[in-house]
């Protein structure tokens, strides 16, 4: 979700909510130049509810995870409690798969009820069988992986037989049961890797009018953390090939696939932005590991032992924050693109300009560093083998619009 595409996500942005999450966000970004713990909680976090899976998708290995769940109903209603009172605004519902969770539309209740924007991300396969449910689960918006535009490369990424057709159905009778103005809108988005890169154009032409928005997610490795299914070959990207892909699109002229694919053909990496982990987001595995950054596999506290705040407000975070702050090797795609990226850069701007005009106190030392990165934290609490989220997603523009 990002702001220049306004129009797809209007019903999100233009509610008290969002704009007191911009508020709040701010506050969190000046008190972050001054060297202090956040004012308030983050404006998003994504909870992996599960890493159970019906797929085999060669880039992850989440699948593999064969623990049972830890958190439960009651520890997701509490969360959500905490979320409320510490102004998270954006809920990202992930996994694993977590439609496979029995209790998964209470969960997205519990968090919606309380005014949070939730989305609800998916691969698709029980898109068909919980369609009603879905349409009435109070969340807004329901991201549904889908790999390739034609099964026999979709099927072969993700590593089971049929489910090209499978989701496409699931879409399809989803679409045609969504009625009204709060049902969530529907986003397809692709994993982008050298075995899918001669498939962009045929599945943005494909999707776009058909889906209220379309995503492409770059495959890449981010040393600290997991997601290393592919080999050396899959993981690398052809800019000028992705460059021809993006001709005769809606997003030919993107400015942030532009910018990717200039990275990428001068330094092969991608862009550097800044990043606001452990500030503006945060993510929680299903075991209730609490973590700053989306890649990150060493966490900072569990929920488990004195709830979210407490971890939120802890030492160990606050020196992790100051930690991310000062040292980012790596650059990670989803902070290029994701609405946290997107915002966070232009109200740390505000606050800039309003240092310069005198309106602020000059920012201490320690502070932020140009270097985007997610790695180990220098203090990191109980460690725990969760692992792989590939992050990052281009939000693509309708080539229409409704």
Known sequence: MRLNNFWTYRRI???RGFLRSLRRSRQNLEASRQ????????????????????????MCQRWQDTRSDGLDLADYERLAGEFSALGVYQVSIAGGEPLLRGDIFEIIGHFAARGMSVNLCTNGMLLEKYRREIAASGATCVTVSLDAATAQCHDAIRGLAGSFRGIARGIAAYLSRRNGATAPLL???????????PEIREFCQSWSGVADDVLLQPVHRCEPSYYTGLDEGGLRLDPAAISDQLQGTAMENDPYLRR???????????????????????????????YPCLE???????IRKGGFAAVW?????DRERKRLGSHRPCR??????AMIGHFGRRLEKTLFSAAAAGRLPAARSGGRSETACCARPADPGPVTGDGLRLTAQMSVRRRGRK
């Open 13 to 15: 942005l233009l509610t």
């Open 35 to 58: 060297g202090a713990p956040p004012a308030y909680g983050p404006f998003m976090a994504e909870l992996d509810v599960t890493y159970r899976c019906n797929c085999r998708c060669r």
């Open 187 to 197: 986003r397809v988005r692709m994993t982008v890797s050298a075995a899918n890169t």
């Open 260 to 290: 990717l694919i200039e990275s990428l053909s001068a330094t092969g990496r991608f862009p550097y932005y800044p990043c606001y982990a452990g500030l503006l987001m945060v993510r929680i595995d299903p075991w209730g590991g609490v």
């Open 296 to 302: 990150q596999h060493v966490s900072v506290g569990s």
């Open 313 to 317: 407000n802890s030492a160990v975070f």
């Open 332 to 337: 990670c795609w989803y902070n290029n693109t």
